[in-house]
């Protein structure tokens, strides 16, 4: 919820969207939809997510699945059926928007992909999510985020910045920042329909996504030259057993580091006086710091010293450090949820604060096929009779616990 009221409004009320996605990029992105307000309603085939077997689980829920979906709304369909596939459809052309990460070409197989569905409904906003995109020599190609990774440079960054062998990021960024890219998408094209009455199909691809973010990609592209270590998002040094992080570049602050290390004679040191000369002696300006860090009996004084001075710094957390941290309960970034089994386990919040309007997560995550009933008599007006011969004919399926 918004910081000002839980009576505010959530900014993309009456919104409806159907998430055929499974796994992270997809579902991430509608996660985000959901959270600031749209009617998200996940058809899942019979098969299931296969983040619903991942990590732990309570009540058949994993924790990973609770994280992506809560709040959603659940049709199970078996799509490999002519009258699943016919569901599906009438169900997605009653919807703003449709989101799905196959490879390009399997909606279209199916009967659901763009084509079809905007002849139908004009201003339906289609997002495909794909790993190369629609128009590419990959397309065919299968991807997950650590294929991403490597082919947009970002394990080889990483194994040059830091000297050894490479090795996948342990976040899924390929996935998270195409969600992201992919919900920014969304929202621009809701906008512009507003303006033309005409909906978009969006070709959003994990390789585009990926390299868009990479800030210190015009290096390569002026032919600078420099190496990967050159623009750090920050340098870490080590204090004893810990370590400290200080963002501020040697070579831009190094008038302020001489400050607060004590030593303000190096600023006017020949050899560092100007940004040209300190440009290729950052290993010695690196090694001057780490040798004033290294002074300190731990890493917090060295941060209190670094912020007394006003010089960004921070002590290495882990993860679970970070989640119980005073910034993190402050922020309300974890918010109980109902885990489905009888209790509520923490879920990642959504990270959007507005004044006068709420986000965040607001119901539950659902079992496979939970709303099957209630969706489709809502939207398609399907009676009782033709509910049960579906059922029985295996088109719709549900896994929900029978104590429910």
Not at 202 to 216: G, K, R, S
């Amino acid at each position: 919820m918004s910081g000002s009221s839980k009576a505010a409004p959530y900014p993309l009320e009456g919104i409806r969207v159907a998430d055929f996605s499974h796994v992270l990029a997809g579902p991430f992105c509608t996660r985000i939809l959901c959270d600031l307000g749209a009617e998200v309603i996940k058809i899942e085939t019979p098969e299931g997510d296969l983040s619903r077997r991942l990590g732990h689980r309570r009540a058949g829920m994993s924790g990973y699945y609770m994280q992506q979906n809560c709040g959603k709304r659940n049709v199970s369909l078996d799509l490999k059926r002519a009258e699943g596939r016919a569901l599906a459809l009438r169900l997605a052309v009653t919807c703003d928007v449709v989101v799905e990460n196959f490879r390009p070409g399997v909606m279209d197989a199916l009967g659901l992909g763009e084509g079809p569905l905007r002849a139908i409904n004009q201003r339906l906003v289609y997002c495909s999510i794909s790993g190369f995109g629609y128009r590419s020599p990959l397309r065919s190609q299968r991807a997950f985020a650590g294929v991403v990774h490597a082919a947009t440079g970002v394990l080889h960054r990483q194994a040059e910045a830091w000297g050894h062998q490479p090795e996948d990021s342990v976040l899924a960024v390929g996935d998270t920042v195409t969600g992201l890219q992919a919900a920014i998408a969304i929202l621009a094209s809701l906008q512009l329909r507003e303006r033309t009455g005409c909906g978009q199909f969006i070709d959003m691809a994990m390789h585009d996504a990926l390299l868009a973010i990479q800030e210190t990609a015009n290096f390569t592209l002026f032919d600078e030259g420099g190496s990967d270590t050159d623009f750090l998002c920050a340098w870490v040094h080590r204090c004893k057993d810990e370590y400290v992080v200080i963002p501020a570049d040697p070579r831009a602050y190094w008038k302020e580091l001489t400050l607060v290390m004590g030593k303000p004679h190096l600023a006017a040191d020949p050899r560092f006086d100007t940004y040209e000369k300190r440009a290729p002696r950052l290993r010695e300006l690196e090694a001057i710091v780490q040798e004033w860090v290294e002074s300190f009996a731990c890493a917090a004084d060295a941060v209190t010293a670094l912020h007394k001075a006003g010089v960004a710094a921070a002590e290495i957390l882990t993860l679970s450090e970070a989640l119980a941290s005073e910034q993190t309960r402050a922020r309300a970034m974890t918010v109980d949820c109902d885990d489905r089994s009888g209790g509520v386990s923490p879920v990642l919040n959504s990270p959007y604060r507005f004044s006068s309007a709420s986000a965040g997560v607001h119901g539950r995550p659902p079992f496979r096929g939970e709303d099957n009933r209630a969706v489709l008599t809502e939207m398609l007006g399907i009676d009782e009779q033709e509910l049960a011969a579906l059922e029985e004919s295996g088109v719709l399926s549900s896994r929900v616990p029978s104590a429910l």
